[in-house]
Nanobody, 114 residues
């Protein structure tokens, strides 16, 4: 059984950057895809970015060009580099990995505010 834990969230000013990480208790090699989701207050959970085992990535239109998803299977980690942050990026961000079942982290809060 693999557990996922997100860290790196916090308070940042508009235009700033944060790097979120997702650490797994075991191998992530079989996760296909892995993904970052976010959920803002009063809104539905939104797919932010995903990365397939072959390295191909997809992004929500709202973050394309600003966010970069990556995975390091040797370290059993996944990251989300977030640049040029906007107030509308404020949300709880969740790490996900898909195998025969879907694994989720506990979430980490990102707040973008002056």
């Amino acid at each position: 059984q693999v557990q996922l834990v997100e860290f790196g969230g916090g308070l940042v000013q508009p235009g700033g950057s944060l790097r979120l990480s997702c650490a797994a208790s075991g191998s992530i090699a079989s996760f296909n895809p892995m993904a970052w989701y976010r959920q803002a207050p009063g809104k539905e959970r939104e797919l932010v970015a995903l990365i397939y085992s072959g390295g191909m990535t997809k992004y929500a239109d709202s973050v394309k060009g600003r966010f970069t998803i990556s995975r390091d299977d040797a370290k059993n980690t996944m990251s989300l580099q977030m640049n040029s942050l906007k107030p509308e990026d404020t949300a709880v961000y969740y790490c996900s990995g898909q195998t025969y079942r879907e694994y989720w982290g506990q979430g980490t809060q990102v707040t973008v505010s002056s």
